[in-house]
């Protein structure tokens, strides 16, 4: 998806007021990026595969918007804890997510 598309997901998706601006914010920090959202097929298949059940806020987001790239020079990211905070000149994360977060 483009900058364009991936802000269309993001109004389609089932997500509050506050995750929505989060999302646009985000989108709009890498405009020439390509982003991409996983089908509710491969996530399926994932969990059949792994033989997990995935959490529906997380379905819900990988739906959205999964990933962004900008290309050739990608740099990849492996999160293995959250705190309430975005770096790097991104808004806060509300608490609400940091709770959803901690209660999986």
């Not at 506050?18 to 985000?26: G, I, K, L, R």
């Not at 969990?47 to 059940?53: E, G, L, N, V």
């Not at 987001?61 to 309430?84: K, N």
Request: with cysteine; charged share 25%.
């Amino acid at each position: 998806m483009n900058l364009l598309e991936a802000h269309l997901a993001v109004r389609k998706a089932e997500l509050d007021e506050q995750e929505t601006a989060d999302y646009s914010a985000f989108i709009d920090h890498f405009p020439k990026a390509i982003f991409f959202a996983n089908t509710r097929e491969a996530l399926d298949d994932f969990q059949k595969d792994q033989r997990i059940k995935l959490l529906a806020w997380f379905l819900t987001y990988r739906e959205t918007l999964a990933e962004a790239y900008a290309g050739a020079d990608d740099l990849a990211v492996q999160f293995s804890s959250f705190t309430g905070r975005f770096h790097v000149g991104s808004p806060s994360v509300p608490d609400s997510f940091e709770k959803r977060c901690a209660g999986s």
